[in-house]
């Protein structure tokens, strides 16, 4: 059992920075692979970023990639994603996803089906 908690969000102008933090409760974090999705009104729920367990592998949705960074460290057992550059359209709830499951492609990793634990979320609001 994994239960995790997201902190961070908040209202940030365009052009700003956040940073999102999971703190992971359980001894299955190291084994786990890390994501972080988002969900806007009225809008499935998207993939954003992923880690592997080993922080080695990391993976990006094309809409954030060289803006958001995601991380982790295995001795706090937290994850984090660094939100830099941050647009009105990146306004949503972020949501923290833990999964022990290996998949050889990462289009795997992007589907919300693939994840058995999930934060309760944080809301990100940028204004313009």
């Known amino acids: 059992q994994v239960q995790l908690v997201e902190s961070g969000g908040g209202l940030v102008q365009a052009g700003g920075s956040l940073r999102l933090s999971c703190a992971a409760s359980?001894?299955?974090?190291?084994?786990?692979?890390m994501a972080w999705f988002r969900q806007a009104p009225g809008k499935e729920r998207e993939f954003v970023a992923l880690?592997?367990?080993?922080?080695?592998?990391?993976y990006y949705a094309d809409s954030v990639k060289g803006r958001f960074t995601i991380s982790r460290d295995n001795a706090k057992n937290t994850v984090y994603l660094q939100l830099n550059s941050l647009k009105p359209g990146d306004t949503a709830v972020y949501y923290c996803?833990?999964?022990?499951?290996?998949?050889?492609?990462?289009?795997?990793?992007?589907?919300?089906?693939?994840?058995?634990?999930w934060g309760q979320g944080t809301q990100v609001t940028v204004s313009s």
């Open positions: 996803a833990a999964t022990r499951a290996y998949y050889s492609s990462t289009t795997y990793y992007t589907r919300t089906a693939s994840y058995d634990y």
């Open positions: 359980g001894r299955t974090f190291t084994n786990s692979n």
């Open positions: 880690v592997r367990k080993f922080g080695d592998d990391k």
